[in-house]
């Protein structure tokens, strides 16, 4: 195929993307998840790639220290630690030195309606294309950006000369991103690591349309917790109202007080009756950060404005991302993923990661979720133009 047949790999992409968006492959959905991996295996094999199917469950992380546990986050996650995984992974060697280039992306749809049963599918995962776009959930985010690093080498094989492509299509990334810890050890166990001479680098296809991104926001979900003892509404001790609109004054000035953060309270429950004050008021919410802080700062900021009030941290934290100097896209102006990604887990492993994928974030994770035809046919351009000059 010449290096120029744009419209065969776009064609190859609408067709992989519209099957696994029928397939629906959520969390809830480990059968559909396996069947998508071995769709892209056979595609991929199709390509000229070597390819390896990775069975796993979370348990069996060698990284503890960073293994996610989605359960504390949401109890619909609570078999995610013994449930069989399906990584898969692909590498094309030039059979020369050279740098290697890591393509990933994640075959998980992120779940709506976490209290749906899983074999009732949304009414949005025909995969049909309609007016110039290609709708289903999951398209924007992300399986027509994974489908389309799966035809990368057919993008660059006429001058993929040196070097090597690796791709990795992972799980749970939608819940923390402990498919990409599994397939960063199973990189470093095959030799892939990036304490090498030539230059490693990873690719993540991310909704970022088109834009070069070399950062990403890390993710902090936290639980607040205001106990009171029960009693008749017109006895009460203390004006339990000002206190709940304290804390929430307290939660908004800290968030207007710091630059570069995002925080959204997505949770509040607690009480029994209206004329008995609530005993146990539950807040459940995420803080956003950009690169200028770390994890622990953002830790220590947030207990010291609700001082008087325990806060817990689900293990489900993810660390603000940025990368430097790499050769990927390194011509084209440079921005901020706005949101998390796993881009945070490579990095936690050595390797310098940009994000770069079709369609806009905004769409991502909608009811009528969708991916503009034109904007999937632009990245593919992009993407061989990108690839061509990293190999080059």
Request: proline content about 4%; glycine content about 8%; overall charge negative.
């Amino acid at each position: 195929m010449s290096v120029s047949s744009i419209d065969y790999v776009y064609e190859r992409v609408l067709e992989l993307g519209s099957r696994l968006i029928r397939l629906h492959p959520t969390y809830s959905r480990p059968s559909a998840q396996k069947e998508a991996q071995l769709l892209i295996q056979q595609a991929l094999e199709q390509e000229g790639w070597t390819t390896y199917m990775d069975v796993f469950t979370v348990s069996e992380l060698r990284s503890r220290d960073l293994m996610r546990h989605p359960w504390e986050y949401n109890s619909f996650y609570k078999d995610g630690l013994e449930m069989i995984k399906h990584n898969l992974y692909a590498v094309a060697d030039s059979g020369r030195p050279g740098p290697t280039l890591i393509l990933n992306g994640h075959i998980d749809v992120d779940i709506l309606n976490s209290s749906a049963d899983a074999d009732d599918l949304p009414w949005n995962t025909k995969g049909d294309i309609v007016g110039g776009k290609l709708q289903g959930r999951g398209a924007t985010d992300m399986l027509i950006g994974l489908s389309s690093l799966v035809y990368a080498l057919s993008l660059c094989k006429e001058r993929f000369t040196k070097g090597k492509l690796i791709f990795t299509s992972v799980v749970d990334e939608e819940i923390g991103g402990n498919g990409s810890i599994r397939a960063c050890e199973w990189l470093k166990d095959n030799g892939y690591a990036p304490a090498r001479q030539e230059p490693i680098e990873v690719v993540i296809a991310e909704p970022t349309n088109m834009t070069i991104c070399t950062s990403s926001l890390g993710f902090l979900p936290f639980k607040l917790h205001i106990q009171s003892r029960s009693i008749h509404m017109n006895a009460q001790q203390h004006n339990q109202i000002a206190e709940i609109a304290s804390l929430l004054h307290a939660i908004n000035t800290f968030k207007g007080e710091h630059e570069g953060l995002n925080l959204n309270i997505g949770i509040i429950t607690g009480g029994t009756d209206p004329s008995i004050p609530v005993q146990d008021l539950h807040i459940e919410g995420v803080i956003a950060s950009d690169s200028r802080y770390t994890i622990r700062a953002i830790k220590e900021a947030f207990e010291q404005a609700v001082l008087t009030y325990t806060v817990q941290y689900p293990n489900l934290v993810i660390e603000p991302m940025e990368s430097h100097g790499m050769k990927f896209g390194k011509a084209l102006e440079q921005e901020v993923f706005p949101s998390s990604c796993d881009a945070s887990v490579f990095q936690y492993f050595g390797y310098q990661t940009v994000i770069f994928g079709p369609g806009r974030l905004a769409q991502a994770h909608t009811e009528d979720e969708y991916i503009d035809l034109d904007d999937v046919k632009s990245y593919i351009q992009s993407l061989k133009e990108l690839l061509i000059d990293f190999f080059g």
